[in-house]
């Protein structure tokens, strides 16, 4: 099969031809349809997060059919977990300390076949193409636990408008929330996106918000961002980073944490925030904004998201010809 291999930080993915995998006992083998590509994709290209094994096929918002069937089902980055820790017996298992991660561990989605637990694989909702389904597997479901993890903002600001911001913001509006979209000061499309979206102001990170924000959730891998969004949340507000991997974070003095504002981190997802966010997904309903890329252009793709030029989310389609 046709499949994109990352081999050490800083070298280049290279277009290989590999054996098909075999599914063992409890796995699925899938025909990949698509895969969206993630930050998370691009902090293990550049080194800032460790690789299960190498060579390693990357890509965790996988979208495909069950072989043999025409079941279609989505792969997302939580790729299985022991089930018998504190964390999974206590309904946290997106901090289970043996789980395994798709694209990071497991063998992931930029091929033309993988394979993954049944248990961790779900039925995708039918009114979504399969390249609009994708950037739902991660880009979505960590959106949506930001959100849930923010309480119940009036008041919300979106730093970094890329994939996961851009499908917040639409649950957000839907659920009658204000939302401020932060972006660099020069990012005019991701701005733009943001008002389409329903944002009702859009202005630079590391500047002031029109008025007191109620919570903020931080999408961009940059630690500064975080005394900045602090200043602008309100007595009792919070501050929530969702990357997996964030620069690190400036001193910043007390007074801008006081007042009961409370700074926190999204690990991961679980099951039922992925049983959540697909039942809601047609109601709101959400609308995802892709550029899309053949199979073996993974690398341009990863470019363009490292240099901020993807507008919305970033969608290898392994069917499409290079």
């Known amino acids: 099969m046709r499949a994109m291999l990352f081999d050490a930080p800083g070298r280049p993915l290279r277009p290989a031809e590999v054996a098909e995998p075999k ?26 997060l460790s690789a299960g094994h190498t060579p390693l096929i990357l890509g965790h918002q996988i979208v495909g059919t069950v072989a043999g069937s025409h079941r279609r089902v989505g792969v997302p980055w939580l790729g299985w977990t022991c089930g018998h820790c504190e964390f999974c017996r206590s309904g946290r298992e997106n901090l289970c300390d043996r789980a395994r991660f798709t694209g990071r561990d497991i063998d992931g989605g930029f091929a033309e076949f993988t394979v993954a637990d049944e248990r961790f694989c779900f039925d995708l909702p039918p009114g979504y193409a399969d390249v609009q389904a994708a950037p739902l597997l991660c880009a979505g479901l960590i959106g949506y636990r930001a959100l849930r993890l923010s309480g ?31 972006t660099r000061p020069d990012d005019s499309a991701a701005q733009a996106l943001a008002r389409e979206l329903g944002a009702e102001w859009t202005g630079d990170s590391m500047g002031p918000a029109p008025e007191p924000l109620d919570a903020a959730i ?49 690990a991961n997802l679980t099951r039922a925030d992925r049983q959540a966010l697909l039942a809601l997904a047609p109601t709101v309903p959400i609308e995802t904004h892709v550029q899309r890329y053949p199979l073996e252009q993974l690398g341009r793709a990863l470019d363009d998201l490292r240099a901020g030029e993807v507008r919305g989310a970033a969608v290898v389609d392994v069917k499409a010809a290079s």
């Open 23 to 48: 599914p063992e006992p409890g796995q699925l083998l899938i025909e990949v349809a698509a895969c969206g590509v993630c930050r998370t994709d691009l902090h293990l290209v550049d080194g800032e």
């Open 218 to 266: 931080i999408f961009a891998p940059a630690g500064e961002l975080v005394p900045a969004a602090l200043r602008n949340t309100a007595k009792g507000g919070v501050v929530v980073c969702a990357g997996i991997h964030m620069s690190d974070i400036p001193a910043f003095p007390y007074r801008d944490l006081w007042e009961e504002r409370t700074l926190r981190s999204v």
């Open 152 to 182: 119940d903002p009036a008041r919300l600001g979106l730093y970094g408008f890329g994939a996961a911001a851009h499908i917040v913001c639409q649950v957000a509006v839907a659920e009658g929330r204000r939302v401020f979209g932060f």
